[in-house]
C-alpha cells in the first residue's frame, strides 16, 4: 500500500493522534462483525433487539446466553495484526488515545494502553441491581447468575441500546478527539451514536481524518484520507511505511 507522501510526512511527526475501532478491527481475529454475527441459534434475532435493556428485562436468560455464546467464542480469538500495528502506531507517538467500541477487550490483549471502551467489555459482569462487579459466578444457573450481594441477575458490562455510555470514558474521548491532530477511524460502519459522531468532531477541532475499512461508510467521503482494505493488511504497512517496523 501506497500511504500519500504528505500523509507519511504529517504521521512522522504527529505528536496528538486518536482512534477510533469498530467490530471490523476483529474481524480478522475470526469474530464476526456486529453487523454479520448472527448465526444458527441466534439468526433470528437481531443484536440491536437483544443489545437492549428491555430484552433482558423480558427474558433474562436469553440475553445472558446470547453474551455466554459471544464470549466463548472471543476466549478462543486472538490480537490479529492490526491489533498489533495500533499498539505500535500507540510507542511512536507521544500522546495517543485508542477509543473502541469493541467489548472483546483485544487491543489491551495486543498491548495497547490508552484503551478507551465505550461500549463496555463482554468479559466482565457485573449486577443489574446493586452495579457490583462479580469475579465468578454459577453458569448453570436458572435464569441468570445471581449477585453474591443482593441476589440480583448479573448481566454482561456493556452498553446496551438506549443506556448512556460511561460518563468518564467518553469524556476522556471528547478530550481526545478535541485535541488529535490526526483521527483514525478504523473498521467501523459508521452508524451507532455518539461513537459515530467523533470523527466529524475531530475534523472540526482541525484534525486530519484517515479511514481504513473494508467498504466505504458515510464517513468516507468527509475524510481526508480513505484506505479501502482489511485493518489486519493496512495498518501494519502504514506503520512500516511511516516508522519503518510492523
Ligand atoms: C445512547 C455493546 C443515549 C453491546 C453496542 C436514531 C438515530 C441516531 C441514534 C439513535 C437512534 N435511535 C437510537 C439511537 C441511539 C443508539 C444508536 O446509535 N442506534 C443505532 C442503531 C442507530 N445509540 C445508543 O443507544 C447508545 N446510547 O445513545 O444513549 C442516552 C443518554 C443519556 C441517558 C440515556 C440514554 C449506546 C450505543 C451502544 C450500543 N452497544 N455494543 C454489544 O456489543 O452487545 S454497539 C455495537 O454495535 C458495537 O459495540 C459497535 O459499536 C456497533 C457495531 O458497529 P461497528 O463496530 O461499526 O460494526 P459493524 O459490523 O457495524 O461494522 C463493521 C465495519 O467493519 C463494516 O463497515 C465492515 O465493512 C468493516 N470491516 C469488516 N471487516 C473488516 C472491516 N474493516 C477493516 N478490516 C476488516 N477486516
Ligand atoms: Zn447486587
Not at 478527539?177 to 475531530?202: D, H, M, N, W
Request: net charge negative; glycine share 8%; hydrophobic share 45%.
Amino acid at each position: 500500500m501506497d500511504a500519500p507522501a504528505e500523509l507519511i510526512a504529517i504521521l512522522r511527526k504527529v505528536e496528538r493522534a486518536a482512534v477510533l475501532t469498530g467490530a471490523g478491527v476483529s474481524q480478522e481475529s475470526g469474530l464476526r462483525t456486529f453487523r454479520d454475527s448472527q448465526e444458527g441459534l441466534w439468526a433470528k434475532y437481531e443484536p440491536t433487539d437483544l443489545a437492549t435493556p428491555e430484552a433482558f428485562a423480558r427474558d433474562p436468560k436469553l440475553v445472558w446466553d446470547w453474551y455466554a455464546w459471544r464470549s466463548e467464542a472471543i476466549k478462543g480469538a486472538r490480537p490479529n495484526r492490526g491489533h498489533y500495528a495500533l499498539a505500535e502506531m500507540e510507542a511512536a507517538i507521544p500522546n495517543f488515545s485508542l477509543i473502541t467500541q469493541n467489548v472483546d477487550g483485544l487491543h489491551r490483549f495486543a498491548g495497547s494502553r490508552n484503551v478507551l471502551e465505550l461500549h463496555g467489555n463482554i468479559q466482565r459482569v457485573r449486577c443489574s441491581v446493586c452495579g457490583e462487579f462479580a469475579e465468578n459466578w454459577d453458569e448453570e444457573a436458572e435464569v441468570t447468575p445471581a449477585c453474591s450481594k443482593c441476589g440480583g441477575l448479573l448481566r454482561p458490562h456493556v452498553v446496551w441500546f438506549g443506556e448512556p455510555l460511561p460518563e468518564a470514558i467518553l469524556t476522556a474521548a471528547l478530550v481526545a478527539v478535541k485535541e488529535c491532530q490526526v483521527f483514525f477511524s478504523i473498521g467501523t460502519s459508521g452508524v451507532v451514536q455518539p461513537a459515530a459522531s467523533l470523527a466529524r468532531a475531530a475534523q472540526t477541532h482541525g484534525a486530519i481524518v484517515v479511514e481504513i475499512n473494508a467498504e466505504s461508510t458515510p464517513l468516507t467521503l468527509q475524510a481526508d484520507y480513505f484506505f479501502q482494505g482489511k485493518s489486519g493488511e493496512v495498518l501494519p504497512d502504514l506503520v512500516k511505511e511511516v516508522w519503518g517496523k510492523a
